[in-house]
């Protein structure tokens, strides 16, 4: 089972920053936060990670709390391309089982309307 | 383009076959891993290998198998298939088995009838 908590659905204006937070209420020290986007049942796809620090890359910026119990994804200026489903994941630290595995929860799903 | 490919694009069959998914991945990626899609289930992690060998396990059926080749390349073979197997399976690979992106492939939607 996912381990974030997600609001089930957003919107937001097109032009506008949509920021989408997520709740990691049982993440541990090694566990880095990981978000990626489906956009209407293609492959999920990659937009940036993070451990403690803020990140920001080409797609989007990652801001972690200094308890690192929640995370917020800003894309600064989206776009009606970037309807999705949003996931943050808590990547399992190495040497575990569940090293490599993603567990997607429900996601939210992002509407940018004109 | 993730540079991930997967055959077939679509597979309808009956209740009771066995089918085989193939999944090829980006250039220079070892470690490759499977996911089931459906409406009931979302996204859930089947499988997972890193050059050749298998590494990580979710909930993957008895009835399901996997195996990566020495080319990297990777199949998944589904048998007995029931009403349920219905679903969208996506291939993804990382360049090690940790913490790397996986990039997603396109996925090979299975219709069972």
New interface residues.
Partial sequence: DAKTTQPPSMDCAEGRAANLPCNHSTISGNEYVYWYRQIHSQGPQYIIHGLKNNETNEMASLIITEDRKSSTLILPHATLRDTAVYYCIDFPPAGGTSYGKLTFGQGTILTVHP | D?G?TQTPKHLITATGQRVTLRCSPRSGDL?V?W?QQSLDQ????LI?Y?NGEE????NILERFSAQQFPDLHSELNLSSLELGDSA?Y?C?S?RT???N???????TRLTVL
Avoid at chain 2, 55 to 58: D, F, P
């Fill in positions: 993730s991930v470690s891993y996911y979302g996204l859930q992690f997972q890193y590494r990580a396990k979710g969208l996506f993804a990382s088995g940790g913490y992106e996986q990039f997603f492939g396109p996925g």
